[in-house]
């Protein structure tokens, strides 16, 4: 995306169209689109033809933007478990792990970055029904794996709105839903967390149109990716006027919810009631 985002300065610094930047590596417009997004790989041949037609002539530069095509193409860790990922599911791992901040509602079930082990096992086995135990055990270990990121010392931040619908519905028994209220007041007390849950008693609210994630990048090159998904597929939006949309509902969300301390007493309620 980096790399994507500076060709597309240095094409539009230019006046070059697409379609002109295309043909100059035998592709199509969209193609070039698509390399501008960091939706593709790059090939080294195609970055060094596109910054000789953008006049990018100093060694020096050209050798930067090289660099960061070879790094683009360096396979992620979580490319080990593709056999038990969803096609679309490595690209949001990936964004998930250069976020500087990670902003989401859920209402279905606890986000996958809180979910305890057992909890997890429990959600993969009934989104992955039939499968192998050997499968969901992988998958829960990639959601265990990208759990990490949360308590790194470089950790994001995070900013999670829980429906009270995703505590109140089981999965797995008692004491594995008992262990995830646990588990949720202690991570609401880390300095990068801020959990807030929404409750049944407020009534609609601006997330009616379900859950979504919004990421942020450190560089400001990189515009706001909303990741929206689906049964089959999954959306990346980052137009400006559709990431805007979801920030909004988000601040509404987090105005309406009652702040981190409220929700963890709301959490402690719920962990002796259950």
Known sequence: MLLGSQLRRLREARGITREAAGYSIRASESKISRMELGRVSFKTRDVEDLLTLYGITDGVERESLLSL?????????WHSYTDVLPS????????????????????????????TEEYARAVVRRG?????????????ALRLERQ?????????????????????????????MRGQLQHL??????????LQIMPFGFGGHSGESGAFTILSFPDA?????????????ALYLD?????????????????????????????????QLS
């Open 185 to 194: 007041i202690d991570v609401s007390q880390r300095p990068n967390v801020r």
């Open 69 to 77: 095509a070879r790094e683009a193409n360096v396979a992620g860790w």
């Open 128 to 140: 992955m029904n039939g499968a192998s135990p050997a499968d969901v055990e992988r998958r829960v």
């Open 239 to 271: 137009k400006r006027e559709d990431v805007a949309q979801y920030e909004q509902a988000l601040k509404e969300l987090q105005q309406d919810s009652p702040g981190p301390d409220e929700s963890r007493d709301l959490l402690r309620g719920l962990l």
């Open 148 to 176: 990490k990121h949360l308590f790194a010392d470089s950790a994001p931040e995070f900013h999670f709105v829980l429906d009270e619908a995703a505590l109140r519905r089981p999965y797995g028994d008692r004491e594995v």
């Open 221 to 233: 090159d990189l515009s706001d990716v909303v990741y929206l998904e689906q049964l089959t597929s």
């Open 88 to 115: 679309w599911f490595p690209t949001y791992v990936g964004l998930e792990g250069a976020a500087s901040l990670i902003r989401v509602y859920e209402v279905q079930f606890v986000h996958g970055l809180l979910q």
